[in-house]
């Protein structure tokens, strides 16, 4: 099948300065060589915990960073390395969402200005043109016709996530990044926002990657799901089979910590020891493996902990440390 | 099963409670005048156990909380009526004097940003310590070293130079493990937890909620936990109570309250979440309208006024009992009527 986004080997590294005269002491490896696809019309889910690169990887495919090294290939067009020029008539194709729309939206713009901002930039049809778009888009999102002349504060935090969406969809895009869209929202209105979200979908074949941190949300709208640590994708499936049958350890002891409503579910929880370890001085090996205190950890360094395709399109990091003695073996072979 | 109807005021049945909170109403002042956010809430709970409160945003879960050790904004909140008896005496009628040396103390409190918690230009060791200070004899050093060591138990590595850092130097995770330390250190005996693991990650989610569960175990702490998610309800709660609109629509034990729901809201609420069970991108329920603004709140049945129904009844639904423990608002239209 096609790939509408491809993403190749992707670092994005931010120097960390400090003392006196502001020297560069280090580098926090927010990203540190990421490989990816989507394809068009489907969800990728991107899980993970906080300050381990979600987000940093979703700025860095829409080009709000520049990335350190890597490659994003969008629609067959590498787009890394073009110019603010040359990528803004690109970025109709790709569009980017966020969490809280009360500090995304411009609150001095009425919800009308507010979507037409992306029409005017890109100087799409006339006036006229602009204005019937935004009713047009005002309607798709199930927003009432008479809060185009409101302004954010007006809204309630659902209301304002539809204006979100609004704009996100204004320019027809083919790939929206989503940045943890619910997770600001209360329950009720969270499944009217995820609704709108598989709705608008299915009628405008947009591709989705979808960064959010609840599990069951991102299982809920995702047909894949990647899962991220400490810079790095250690795991990607679909999300029948990523939920079912998870491979790598960290994946494993993520879903184990998900809260259930069902008693029998309960209780087996896998304990993670300490803390994410700081992307500004990762350690040398497998970074799970570490904060596990993984015996073979020792082994891992230097080691290429790349994905593997351990079953049919389910792909999981090569690493002694985090599968079992089984898979472990059967990567070993794939390497 | 038969439908209890007792007349009997709800926090009457449970004898060994720590709290037990009466027919709270509070009210805050608003350009219309007094509004009352919340209305005639009762609630209970006993050493040791744990009261879950859920409902959306704008439901009045945090409020009532608050008013519990009369944390609410003055002049511009008040509790208008109502008992909050804790440990056999009312708080309603102590000083603010008397009131202090309740909270902090006896009643803690966990909020849900960690970072508006702490003072930024203070230690963490001293902003720990300052609550020993307050509360007991103990001496600058005894205090330290108490909060040294509490926030080792508190899952903290390296304690003895933690305690020396300022809130910016944690992540947000350790920063929420701090203020728990905070809201321990005196060994309450009433905890109250609103929303604490909302902002952390799951995993960190889950050993925090562990680590309250041990205290629990070892000290006999009550805890009022706070939350949206419902899962967090099930996995620590013994009871339930779920507010809408400033009222409890229904209480029981998390067992029943999650088998077999019995108030439209409750069941609205849990069928809108989606579960891992749930078949991907499935149209998930959802409930129709918003909560009403406050002073747009009717005296009958608010869940009824949300979905738009007409010809109701201005009288307020009374409580009734379905089984030992389980209550729920009887709305004709809200209540939904099983096997009984």
Do not use: W
């Given at each position: 099948?096609?790939?509408?986004?491809?993403?190749?080997?992707?670092?994005?590294?931010?120097?960390?300065?400090?003392?006196?005269?502001?020297?560069?002491?280090?580098?926090?490896?927010?990203?540190?060589?990421?490989?990816?696809?989507?394809?068009?019309?489907?969800?990728?889910?991107?899980?993970?915990?906080?300050?381990?690169?979600?987000?940093?990887?979703?700025?860095?495919?829409?080009?709000?960073?520049?990335?350190?090294?890597?490659?994003?290939?969008?629609?067959?067009?590498?787009?890394?390395?073009?110019?603010?020029?040359?990528?803004?008539?690109?970025?109709?194709?790709?569009?980017?969402?966020?969490?809280?729309?009360?500090?995304?939206?411009?609150?001095?713009?009425?919800?009308?200005?507010?979507?037409?901002?992306?029409?005017?930039?890109?100087?799409?049809?006339?006036?006229?043109?602009?204005?019937?778009?935004?009713?047009?888009?005002?309607?798709?999102?199930?927003?009432?016709?008479?809060?185009?002349?409101?302004?954010?504060?007006?809204?309630?935090?659902?209301?304002?996530?539809?204006?979100?969406?609004?704009?996100?969809?204004?320019?027809?895009?083919?790939?929206?990044?989503?940045?943890?869209?619910?997770?600001?929202?209360?329950?009720?209105?969270?499944?009217?926002?995820?609704?709108l979200l598989v709705e608008l979908q299915e009628k405008l074949d947009l591709a989705y990657l979808f960064i959010a941190h609840d599990l069951a949300v991102v299982k809920h709208i995702s047909d894949r799901v990647a899962v991220m640590y400490l810079g790095k994708i250690v795991e990607v499936a679909s999300s029948e089979e990523i939920y079912k049958n998870p491979k790598h350890a960290y994946t494993k002891a993520l879903l184990s910590a998900i809260p259930q409503t069902d008693p029998e579910r309960q209780g087996q929880r896998i304990k993670l020891e300490g803390e994410v370890p700081s992307p500004i001085d990762p350690p040398a090996g497998s970074a799970f493996g570490h904060r596990i205190k993984h015996p073979r950890y020792e082994e891992t360094i230097g080691m290429d902990l790349a994905l593997v395709e351990i079953a049919p399109d389910h792909w999981v990091a090569a690493d002694p440390c985090c599968l079992s003695e089984e898979d472990w073996e059967k990567a070993q072979e794939l390497m | 099963m038969k439908l209890l109807e007792r007349k009997v005021p709800m926090s009457d049945l449970n004898k060994d409670a720590i709290l037990e909170v009466r027919d709270l109403a509070v009210e805050f002042e608003s350009p219309q005048g007094w509004v009352r956010a919340v209305d005639g809430v009762s609630l209970s709970v006993a050493p040791g156990k744990t009261l879950g409160i859920v409902g959306e945003s704008g439901c009045g879960k945090s409020v009532t909380a608050m008013s519990v050790v009369d944390l609410l904004p003055k002049p511009m909140g008040r509790v208008a009526q109502g008992e909050v008896v804790f440990k056999g005496r009312d708080l309603r009628g102590l000083s603010n004097k008397e009131l202090y040396k309740v909270r902090g103390a006896e009643v803690s409190y966990i909020f849900q940003e960690p970072m508006t918690a702490l003072n930024p230009v203070h230690k963490i060791g001293k902003q720990i310590s300052e609550v020993l200070l307050l509360h007991t004899k103990m001496t600058k050093a005894e205090a330290w070293d108490a909060s040294v060591e509490m926030l080792g138990s508190v899952g903290i590595p390296a304690p003895e130079q933690r305690a020396n850092e300022y809130p910016h130097q944690l992540s947000g995770g350790m920063r929420q493990r701090v203020v728990i330390a905070m809201a321990l250190v005196a060994q309450p005996d009433l905890l109250i937890a609103d929303e604490p693991t909302t902002a952390l990650d799951v995993t960190v989610q889950a050993e925090i909620l562990d680590l309250i569960k041990s205290l629990q175990a070892e000290h006999g702490m009550a805890v009022i936990m706070i939350t949206h998610d419902l899962g967090v309800i099930a996995e620590t709660c013994d009871e339930v109570v779920v507010m809408y609109a400033g009222r409890v629509v229904e209480r029981g034990a998390v067992r029943d309250l999650f088998k077999e729901p019995r108030h439209a809201y409750t069941k609205a609420l849990l069928a809108s979440i989606p579960s891992l069970d749930h078949p991907g991108k499935s149209v998930l329920p959802t409930i129709p309208g918003t909560v009403a603004a406050i002073d747009d709140f009717v005296s009958g049945c608010r869940f009824c006024q949300r979905l738009g129904r007409e010809n109701q009844s201005p009288e307020r639904p009374p409580m009734v009992e379905l089984s030992a423990g389980h209550w729920v608002e009887d709305c004709p239209q809200c209540h939904e009527k099983g096997s009984e």
């Open positions: 099948m096609s790939k509408l986004l491809e993403v190749e080997n992707l670092k994005m590294h931010f120097p960390v300065k400090g003392g006196v005269l502001m020297r560069q002491r280090g580098l926090v490896k927010a990203v540190d060589g990421v490989s990816f696809f989507i394809r068009p019309g489907e969800t990728l889910g991107l899980v993970g915990e906080s300050g381990c690169g979600k987000s940093t990887l979703g700025k860095a495919i829409v080009r709000l960073y520049d990335p350190s090294a890597g490659k994003v290939v969008f629609d067959g067009q590498d787009i890394t390395k073009l110019g603010q020029g040359s990528l803004r008539p690109l970025r109709q194709g790709f569009q980017m969402m966020f969490q809280d729309p009360a500090e995304s939206l411009n609150s001095r713009f009425s919800v009308a200005q507010v979507i037409r901002e992306p029409l005017d930039i890109q100087k799409l049809g006339s006036v006229a043109d602009r204005d019937a778009k935004v009713r047009e888009l005002v309607e798709a999102v199930g927003l009432p016709a008479s809060s185009v002349d409101k302004y954010p504060s007006e809204l309630s935090g659902g209301q304002r996530q539809r204006v979100g969406v609004a704009r996100a969809i204004a320019l027809n895009p083919r790939l929206i990044v989503l940045d943890e869209p619910v997770s600001a929202l209360d329950v009720s209105v969270q499944s009217q926002v995820l609704n | -």
